[in-house]
């Protein structure tokens, strides 16, 4: 069974930074995108960014240029950078990792790590 271990969070000013970790272990498959969604009570979890094995990155509309998503040589753990954080990025933010072809699909979540913005 993957396990993803996330680290990082915590209570940050407005306008500041933080740098959220995650490392997955026991991965079988070779090649896999890792991301960071968050989630608003009584409604799916949303992207805020996801790097492939390839490097393609992907970011939520809300955070560009603000977060930035990384990870060395394709592999794990991956970091979020937070910079400019405000109150609309307070939540639990968690982590996924999920297989890329020709892996069959599968997909693993963290227990999530809280991120609160406030003065």
């Known amino acids: 069974q993957v396990q993803l271990v996330e680290s990082g969070g915590g209570l940050v000013q407005p306008g500041g930074s933080l740098r959220l970790s995650c490392a997955a272990s026991?991965?079988?498959?070779?090649?896999?995108?890792m991301g960071w969604y968050t989630q608003a009570p009584g409604k799916q979890r949303e992207l805020v960014a996801s790097?492939?094995?390839?490097?393609?990155?992907n970011y939520a509309e809300s955070v560009k240029g603000r977060i930035t998503i990384s990870r060395d040589n394709a592999k794990n753990p991956v970091y979020l950078q937070m910079n400019s954080l405000n109150p609309e990025d307070t939540a639990v933010y968690y982590c996924?990792?999920?297989?890329?072809?020709?892996?069959?699909?599968?997909?693993?979540w963290g227990q999530g790590t809280q991120v609160t913005v406030s003065s």
């Open positions: 790097i492939a094995s390839g490097g393609r990155t």
């Open positions: 026991r991965i079988i498959f070779s090649i896999y995108t």
């Open positions: 996924n990792v999920a297989s890329e072809p020709p892996f069959y699909p599968q997909s693993y």
